[in-house]
């Protein structure tokens, strides 16, 4: 996992959240009101929903966006009919690339999504063509307080499930299956511990290492790409310098 988990990365794709909030929460709402649509309105009972809405929260959303949204997705409201998709392709420099969208009109998504990767040099390739490289994994992100205990986080963490605990200067990254995820999150969360990020991610098996140069044109790539609405999550193999700041 080494190259992936680094605070800096973390930290900057954090910072450009805070800039672009209700964009953000425009696509944790989508993530609602499909969890909701597919498995019911009550997050006792879906456990998608509450994996999701542990992800709005960490992001610091309103409770009535929240509620709104999860209704929406209900039939409560107006209906909505998103569709998950996958796209998978390499960015210039070798590095893969995966993006996933939720989408009401595929043809739009798609004809945005490819000439991104053109624009920088990259391709779409065909589904599969890079996620052999990926594991999907449970990734939580606690700041690392001066009364915290780095100890207690890390053996109630491991007896929750966790395979893997990685502190730092900053913050405690903690790595679950998919299956853990929510048992490992609702443990901490009943010890009181609040998140910086709360989320299912996937992690490259092995990175490509990038110049300052190439970080940058990388960056831009997955800048246009999370710039699109329908565009949820961007994950990629490259590997930033520790001094690159996005």
């Known amino acids: 996992m080494s190259g992936h988990s680094k605070w800096h990365n973390i930290q900057n794709k954090k910072g450009k959240a805070d800039a672009k909030r209700g964009k953000i929460f425009t696509k944790i709402g989508k ?19 509450r994996d999701v809405i542990a992800k709005a929260k960490a992001n610091n959303m309103p409770q009535d966006t929240m509620m709104r949204a999860i209704k929406k997705g209900a039939g409560e409201l107006e209906n909505v009919n998103y569709e998950e998709i996958t796209y998978e392709g390499y960015g210039p420099f070798g590095v893969a690339v995966i993006v996933a969208a ?18 920088f040099g990259g391709n779409l390739g065909a589904n599969g063509c890079v996620g052999w490289m990926f594991q999907q994994k449970g990734q939580i992100v606690i700041e690392r307080k001066e009364d915290m205990d780095e100890e207690e986080i890390m053996m109630a963490a491991i007896e929750a499930g966790a395979e893997d605990f990685q502190p730092s200067e900053e913050v405690f990254e903690i790595i679950t299956s998919v299956e853990d995820f929510g048992g490992v999150r609702e443990t901490l969360e009943g010890m009181g511990f609040e998140f910086l990020s709360a989320e299912f991610t996937m992690i490259p098996d092995t990175t490509v290492s990038l110049s300052m140069e190439e970080s940058e044109t990388i960056q831009k790539l997955i800048d ?18 520790e001094e690159f700041e996005g």
């Open 224 to 241: 246009k790409l999370e710039d699109d609405d329908d565009v949820q999550n961007v994950w990629h193999n490259g590997e930033f310098p």
């Open 31 to 49: 993530e609602l009101a499909l969890a909701s649509k597919n498995g019911g309105a009550n997050p006792e009972t879906n456990s998608k929903l």
């Open 102 to 119: 939720l989408t009401d009109n595929k043809n739009r998504t798609a004809g945005n999504v490819r000439p991104a990767f053109t624009k």
